[in-house]
C-alpha cells in the first residue's frame, strides 16, 4: 500500500490493484479537504452533520485526484449486511441525486466503465476485488458483522454468478481498518466466529490488558477466507493500517464516537 500526497490531500492506493493496469482506486484519510471540526478535515459522510456544500466538496476534490468525477459514484446506505447491488450507469448519483433513494446494502460490483464504486469506513474493512480477465470489479463494507457473515466469499460468489469471475483470476485488496491491536470484544461476538470459522482461533486471543476481554484480527479472518475460496495469497495484498491507532489521519468511530467523520473507498474501472 502506497500512500499519496497531493498538497494536503492525502489517500491510500494498493499496488496490486495498480498492477492490474484496468482500475483506479484509492483509500481515503481524513486529511486535505474543506470540513471543519471534528469532522475536519475530507468528511465524506451524508449523515455526520456536515453542511451538503462541504461533503460535495470533498467528493469532488478526491474525485479530480484519482481521476473520477462525483457524478458517477454509487453509494449505499450500509446496514452491517451481505447484501450485494449490481451497479449499473443507471445508478449512478446515488446518495447525490434527489431523485433516487440510496439502496440498503454493503456491497457494490460492476463491469461497466463510468461507474465508481464507493463505501464509507470509519474502522470497518473496505474490500477491493478486481478481475482483470473479465474486466469485473467489487467493492465492500465488511464490519466484523460483514465478516463473520462472510462477505468477501459472497462477492466472489457473486461476481462468478454476473461475471464469470474465477476466484484465482482475482487481484485482491483489505483496506485500512481497525487492527488486531485494538479489536476488543466480549464473549458472544468471540462465538460467532468461532461458530462460523473452524480457522477462527488462529485470529482470536485474550486481551492481555482487560480480563474477559478478547482480540479479533479482521484482516487475518479476510484474507484466509478469501485464499480458502480460491484467491491466490500473492494476490492479496493488506494495507495493515490501524484507523484506532491513528485518529490523527483517519476517523475512527472507537475513538470518537458519533462526533467524526467518514472515510471512503473508491474503485473504478479505468
Known sequence: MELIKKGE?????????EKTGIVGHCFTTRLGG?????????????????????????FDI??????????????????????????????????FRDDMERIEADGLITNERGVTLVTFHADCVPLYFVDAKNKAIGMAHSGWRGTADKMAVEMLRRMNAEYGTDPKD??????PSIGPCCFQVDRPVVDIFRGNFD????????????????????????????????????????????????????????????????????????
Request: proline letters at 1%; charged letters at 30%; glycine letters at 12%.
Open 170 to 175: 482475482v487481484a485482491a485488496a483489505i483496506g
Open 34 to 58: 474543506v470540513s471543519e471540526g471534528h469532522l475536519a478535515s475530507l468528511n465524506l459522510g451524508f449523515s455526520r452533520g456536515d453542511k451538503k456544500e462541504n461533503v460535495d466538496r470533498n
Open 199 to 270: 480457522f477462527a482461533d488462529k485470529y482470536i486471543r485474550d486481551d492481555e490488558n482487560v480480563k474477559g476481554k478478547y482480540k479479533i484480527d479482521l484482516w487475518g479472518i479476510n484474507r484466509e477466507m478469501l485464499e480458502r475460496a480460491g484467491v491466490k495469497a500473492e494476490n492479496i495484498e493488506v494495507g495493515g493500517i490501524c484507523t484506532m491507532c491513528r485518529p490523527d489521519v483517519f476517523y475512527s468511530h472507537r475513538v470518537m464516537g458519533e462526533a467524526r467523520g467518514t472515510m471512503g473507498a473508491f474503485l473504478f474501472l479505468k
Open 62 to 95: 478526491i474525485c479530480s485526484a484519482i481521476g473520477t468525477e462525483k457524478e458517477n459514484c454509487v453509494t449505499l446506505r450500509q446496514v452491517h449486511s451481505t447484501k450485494i447491488v449490481k451497479a449499473g450507469k443507471e445508478l449512478r448519483g446515488m446518495g
Open 9 to 17: 490531500l492525502e489517500y491510500y492506493v494498493f499496488e496490486g490493484l
